[in-house]
């Protein structure tokens, strides 16, 4: 079975320019969470959805920051404009139950370097 | 406010020795889940162990064991026998219900990075 599948894997833009990672979660599962992971503040959750509907975005750094799911197969992380200080593993995962009382699958990540 | 302390940063050790990783939480909740994660140098987040806060036996796959102690709010993990392929880090993650009452988002540690040496 596919697992959570994210894209691109890497990505290097220049300050300023807008950025969208992508998430398709594993069929079925319900919940889906976006981290960010940073060697300063180590994972962090960002934004969390349960069937589509955004539940906590209190994550979210500022306004720059949008993150969307439209459908159960499909999310969106998108930071417009990027700065240099977003350079980060983005990791989108999912999980079969609301919020925390499952296992979370996570993807293999997006790692973002703005110059 | 809920917080997941992992005081030691890294841990250097020789294969075939035993190591206890450390995990402490703090939260207001009676009802709350553990987890630890293993991230190895590839990058991936991998699940290990889920334990919820009415069940403190203590659990043991292989290797790998797990010791939950509510009275210390810790979550320890150890692997017998280290081997190279361990060599990762080791992240503890604790959830608790949200506002809805029945999910909540998952806080993890700084994490412990294990270096298993031949």
């Known amino acids: 079975d596919a697992g959570v599948i994210q894209s691109p894997r890497h990505e290097v833009t220049e300050m300023g320019q807008e950025v969208t990672l992508r998430c398709k979660p594993i069929s079925g599962h319900n919940s889906l969470f976006w981290y960010r992971q940073t060697m300063m503040r180590g994972l962090e959750l960002l934004i969390y959805?349960?069937?589509?509907?955004?539940?906590?975005d209190s994550g979210m750094p500022e306004d720059r920051f949008s993150a969307k799911m439209p459908n159960a197969s499909f999310s969106t992380l998108k930071i417009q404009p990027s700065e240099p200080r977003d350079s980060a593993v983005y990791f989108c995962a999912s999980s079969w139950a609301r919020g925390f009382t499952g296992e979370l699958f996570f993807g293999e990540g997006s790692r973002l370097t703005v110059l | 406010a809920q917080k997941v302390t992992q005081a030691q940063t890294e841990i250097s050790v020789v294969e075939k020795e035993d190591v206890t990783l450390d995990c402490v939480y703090e939260t207001r909740d009676t009802t709350y889940y553990l987890f630890w994660y293993k991230q190895p140098p590839s990058g991936e987040l991998v699940f290990l162990i889920r334990?919820?806060?009415?069940?403190?036996q203590n659990e043991i796959s292989g290797r790998y064991s797990w010791n939950f102690q509510k009275s210390t709010s810790s979550f320890n993990f150890t692997i017998t026998a280290s081997q190279v392929v361990d060599s990762a880090v080791y992240f503890c993650?604790?959830?608790?219900?949200?506002?809805?009452?029945?999910?909540?988002?998952?806080?993890f540690g700084q994490g412990t990075e294990l270096s298993v040496k031949p």
């Open positions: 334990r919820n806060s009415f069940d403190e």
């Open positions: 959805f349960n069937n589509n509907v955004p539940i906590d």
């Open positions: 993650a604790l959830s608790e219900l949200d506002r809805y009452n029945q999910g909540g988002k998952l806080i």
